[in-house]
C-alpha cells in the first residue's frame, strides 16, 4: 500500500496514546466470534427474490440505465433519501467503467442469483499517471497527484453506510497477464505502484455476499471513512476474493463467513513471497479481520509454504525505517484472526510487517485457531477410508494414479474431448472454465431451431395430442417421431459422457457445465469436485397424459446423472437451473412445460456413490436414488450416503429413494413455503421414502418458514424403512419415522432397516451442521 491512501484514513494521532494489545493467545482466540467483530450490528438476510429494484441497469437500452455508474449517480443522497433503501438490479454483461459512490442513501446493487453473474471492471494501477489537477475518482479526490494511487485504482469505489452487494464479479484486471519485472507498465514496479484493487468500501455496515473480488495486488480494501468516527464494520458471506500481494487490507472490521480466499499465481516465480491479510487496525481497536469457515486456496504452481497468512500493515511507516525505540503503545499493529478454516499447503506462518518489522509472538495481533490442512493435490486425492458407501469394496480413487501425460489443464470442449480420449487409463482432467455444452465447434450458441426437427412443429403438436381429442394413449405417429428426431439431435450435442478412472477437478471460478447433461453411464471410478452445473434444459421435452391426474411434460436431461455407475464421489460442487427456471416456462395442454428434470439423479443400478459437501438450490425434482418402482433390479444396489450437503430453495426429492440403503447424515434442508415467499420453488417435502427404500438418517437439520409443519419434512411413498436419530426442525429435535407413523397409522413401517452405517466419521452435533455446512457446502473455488 502506498502513503498516498493514508488520506483516506483516520490520521495516526489517533493510535499514539492506545495502549499495546498482545497476541491473542489460543484460547483467547477459541473465544472471539463473529458477533465481536461486529460489536452490536446484526447484518441482514439478503434474498434477492423479496426485492423489487428501483433501477434496472442493462447494456442493451432495456432497463433505466445503461451503465452501473448513471445507476449509482441517480440514487438520492443520504440526507435526502429519508432513511429508505434503495435497489439496483444490474443485468448479466460486461460493464468497463470506473464506479463510484459517497454519501448516498443505502443502496443494494446486485445481480439476479439465477443468472450469471454481472461483471464490473475496470484496469487502473496505482502508479499509472493522470493529469494534475484531475480527481483519482470523483469520491477519492487526489486532484494534486500525478498518479491515481491505491485507492484512486479501485475498479469499484463506494463510500457511506449500509451498503449491500450481491452476486457480482467485480475486477481489477490492470495487472492480468504481467510478470513481475517483465513489462510492466511505468512505474508499476514490485514495490512502486504494481497495487490494482478491485474493490473499495469505506464506512460502515456493509454487506457482501455471492461475490467474485479479482485482482492481484490489494484487490480488497476495507478502510474508515476519513474524519468519520465509530465503528467501520464490514460483512461478507459465501463469497471468492483473489489476488498475490496483501490482496484484503486495510483498517475497518471486516468478516469474512464462508466462500474461499485465493492466492493467485502467474505474476510471480514460484518459491516468491506473498501475502494474504494486511491489516492496518488503529491500536486502540480490539477487533480488525476475522476468516471463519474459509477456504484457503491457491491456483497451481505455487511451492508449499510460499504465501504467508499476512503481515501487518504498519501504516504511515517507511519500508526498513522501522524504529526500535518507538514505544509500544504507539506501535501500528493490525490485528487478524483466522478460525475455522482449511489452509493450503501453500500458505506459511504469518510474516513480518510492511515496515519489515519481525513478527513477535508477544506483540502481533495475528493468530489462528482451530484451523485444519486442505489436501496437498486435489487431483491426487482419492476418497478417505471411511468417508461414506464410496469407500467400500476398495474404496474410489477416481484418477489418482495418473501418469504426468495424463494429467490434463482444460479451458474448452476441445480440449476436454481431446483428455476424454485417453478412455478408461487413470486421469487427472483440471477444468478451469465453465464449459456450454450447447455451442456448436465454432463457438455459436445452439437453441431450439438449431435442434428441432424441420417436421416438428409444437403448435401442431399439442393441438394433436390434446387428450380431450387424443385421449389418454401415449403420443404416437408422426410428429411424436419428429420430436424424438429432434431430442437426438440435441441429445448428440448437450450430453456428455465421462469415462472411467477419472478424476474432473474445478480449479477456477465457474468451472463446470451449463445448457447440458454430464452423463456417468457404465462406467467406474469418478471423482467429481469444484464444479458447477447449471441449466440442463431439454427444449422437446415429452407429454405424458397418464403421469399423475392430468398428464405432465417430462424433460430428458438431469445436470448430472449416474446410471449404473459404482464408486463415484461427488465433492464441493454447486447444482442449479441457471436462468432458466421451470416456474417461467409457458403452459400446455393444462400443464407447465418441464424443461428440466433433476440435479442429481442416480438409478440403474448405480451403486457405492458417496455425495459430500454440494450445494443444491433453485429446482423442482432435485435427487432420485432409483428411477422407476419397476426396477427391480435395483435391489440390492444405489449404496449411497450424503453429508454435508445443502438443499436451499428446492421443492422436492432431497432425495426421493427407491429400493436403495441411503445414509442421510450432517445434511441441511431449507425450504419455505409459498405463502412464506418460496416462489417457483415452494417447499413440499425433503425425504421421500419409496419403494423397498431402506434409510438411515442422522443429526440431520431442516430450517423452513414456521408454516411448514414437520410431518411435511419426510413423506411416504410407498416406503417402509427409515430410521432417524438426532434431527432438528427449526431448533426443535424431530424424529422422522414417529412423524410418519403419526402421519400414517395405517402403513407397516419398519424402523430396523436391516443395516448399519459402518463407513462415517464421528457425526457433527446437530448443533453445529447449519452453520459448517453453510460455511463450506458448494463449488465457489476447490483447488489449490
Known amino acids: 500500500m502506498r502513503l498516498a ?20 493467545a489460543a484460547e483467547q482466540a477459541a473465544h472471539h466470534r463473529v458477533a465481536d467483530y461486529l460489536q452490536g450490528w446484526q447484518p441482514e438476510s439478503l434474498d434477492a427474490r423479496a426485492w423489487r429494484p428501483d433501477f434496472v441497469v442493462a447494456a442493451d437500452g432495456s432497463g433505466t440505465h ?30 468497463r467503467e470506473p464506479l463510484c459512490a459517497r454519501g448516498k442513501a443505502p443502496f443494494t446493487l446486485y445481480g439476479d442469483p439465477a443468472a450469471p453473474r454481472p461483471i464490473l471492471v475496470e484496469g487502473r494501477y496505482s502508479a499509472q499517471p493522470k493529469p494534475v489537477g484531475q480527481a483519482a475518482k470523483a469520491c477519492v479526490g487526489a486532484a494534486e497527484a500525478a498518479s491515481y494511487g491505491t485507492a484512486g485504482s479501485a475498479s469499484v469505489a463506494l463510500i457511506g453506510e449500509g451498503i449491500q452487494l450481491l452476486h457480482l464479479r467485480i475486477v481489477n484486471d490492470a495487472m492480468d497477464g504481467v510478470r513481475l519485472g517483465q513489462g510492466y507498465p511505468p512505474g508499476a514496479g514490485e514495490r512502486g505502484g504494481a497495487q490494482a484493487v478491485a474493490l473499495l468500501l469505506q464506512g460502515d455496515r456493509h454487506q457482501l455476499q455471492q461475490l467474485e473480488l479479482l485482482g492481484h495486488q490489494d484487490t480488497f480494501y476495507v478502510a474508515r471513512e476519513a474524519q468519520r468516527p465509530g465503528p467501520a464494520r464490514v460483512h461478507v458471506r459465501d463469497s471468492l476474493i483473489a489476488g498475490d500481494v496483501d490482496f484484503i487490507f486495510g483498517n475497518a472490521s471486516l468478516v469474512i463467513e464462508g466462500g474461499a480466499v485465493l492466492r493467485r499465481a502467474g505474476r510471480r516465480a514460484p518459491g516468491d513471497p506473498g501475502h494474504v491479510l494486511a491489516p492496518s487496525t488503529l491500536a486502540s481497536e480490539p477487533y480488525g479481520f476475522l476468516l471463519s469457515g474459509v477456504r484457503m486456496r491457491a491456483e497451481p504452481g505455487l511451492q508449499a509454504g510460499s504465501a504467508s497468512l499476512g503481515r501487518a500493515w504498519d501504516q504511515g511507516v517507511k519500508p526498513g525505517s522501522w524504529p526500535a525505540d518507538l514505544p509500544a503503545h504507539a506501535r501500528p499493529n493490525g490485528q487478524a484472526l483466522i478460525r475455522d478454516s482449511e489452509l493450503g499447503p501453500h500458505l506459511g506462518p504469518w510474516a513480518a510487517s510492511t515496515a519489515r518489522r519481525p513478527f513477535e509472538a508477544g506483540i502481533n495481533r495475528l493468530s489462528e485457531f482451530n484451523n485444519r490442512a486442505a489436501p496437498r493435490d486435489w487431483g491426487r486425492e482419492r476418497l478417505a477410508l471411511d468417508d461414506g458407501w464410496g469407500a467400500a469394496e476398495g474404496g474410489t480413487t477416481g484418477g489418482s494414479a495418473a501418469a504426468p501425460e495424463d494429467v490434463y489443464e482444460v479451458h474448452n470442449r476441445a480440449e476436454l474431448e481431446r483428455a476424454l480420449a485417453a478412455g ?83 480449479v477456477g471460478p465457474e468451472a463446470g457445465f451449463i445448457n447440458g447433461m454430464v452423463l456417468l453411464e457404465r462406467v467406474q471410478n469418478l471423482i467429481l469436485r469444484g464444479l458447477h452445473f447449471a441449466d440442463a434444459y431439454d427444449f422437446f421435452p415429452a407429454w405424458d397424459p397418464n403421469d399423475n391426474a392430468a398428464g405432465e411434460w417430462n424433460s430428458e436431461y438431469d445436470t448430472l446423472a449416474l446410471r449404473g455407475a459404482r464408486h463415484v464421489w461427488i465433492d464441493h460442487c454447486s447444482f442449479d437451473d441457471g436462468p432458466r427456471v421451470d416456474g417461467q416456462a409457458r403452459v400446455a395442454l393444462g400443464r407447465p412445460l418441464q424443461h428440466h428434470d433433476g440435479l442429481l439423479d442416480i438409478t440403474q443400478q448405480s451403486d457405492l456413490v458417496t455425495v459430500s459437501w454440494n450445494r443444491f438450490s433453485r429446482h423442482d425434482k432435485t435427487t432420485l436414488v432409483g428411477g422407476s418402482d419397476a426396477h427391480r433390479q435395483d435391489e440390492g444396489r444405489l449404496r449411497v450416503s450424503f453429508h454435508h450437503n445443502l438443499w436451499e430453495a428446492v421443492k422436492e426429492r432431497t432425495p426421493r429413494v427407491r429400493y436403495g440403503q441411503v445414509h442421510l447424515y450432517n445434511n441441511l434442508f431449507v425450504g419455505r413455503s409459498a405463502a412464506a415467499g418460496g416462489g417457483d420453488h415452494a417447499y413440499a417435502y425433503s425425504i421421500g421414502v419409496g419403494l423397498r427404500s431402506r434409510i438411515v438418517s442422522e443429526a440431520n437439520v431442516f430450517e423452513t418458514s414456521p408454516d411448514i409443519p414437520s410431518r411435511q419434512l419426510v413423506r411416504l411413498l410407498k416406503g417402509q424403512g427409515l430410521r432417524d436419530s438426532g434431527s432438528l426442525h427449526n431448533g426443535r429435535p424431530i424424529d422422522l419415522m414417529a412423524l410418519l407413523r403419526e402421519a400414517h397409522p395405517e402403513a407397516a413401517l419398519i424402523e430396523e432397516p436391516g443395516w448399519s452405517p459402518l463407513l462415517r466419521g464421528p457425526l457433527d452435533p446437530a448443533e453445529a451442521v447449519a452453520q459448517r455446512v453453510r460455511a463450506g457446502a458448494g463449488a465457489i473455488i476447490q483447488s489449490n
Open 5 to 24: 491512501a493514508l488520506a483516506l484514513l483516520l490520521m495516526a494521532a489517533a493510535v499514539v496514546h492506545a495502549q499495546p494489545r498482545p497476541q491473542m
Open 66 to 95: 445503461r451503465t452501473v455508474q448513471a445507476a449509482l449517480d441517480a440514487l438520492p443522497t443520504a440526507e435526502a433519501g429519508e432513511g429508505r433503501r434503495r435497489y439496483i438490479l444490474v443485468k448479466p454483461g460486461v460493464y
Open 424 to 506: 478408461s487409463r487413470p486421469k487427472i482432467i483440471r477444468l478451469h472454465r465453465r464449459i456450454d455444452l450447447s455451442r456448436d465447434a465454432q463457438d455459436r450458441p445452439l437453441g431450439y431451431e438449431d435442434y428441432r426437427d424441420p417436421d416438428f412443429d409444437f403448435q401442431a403438436y399439442v393441438h394433436a395430442y390434446d387428450p380431450a381429442r387424443w385421449g389418454r394413449r401415449p403420443p404416437e405417429g408422426p410428429l411424436e417421431e419428429a420430436r424424438k428426431r429432434s431430442v437426438r439431435r440435441q441429445a448428440e450435442r448437450v450430453v456428455l459422457r465421462l469415462p472411467s478412472n477419472t478424476t474432473l477437478i474445478g
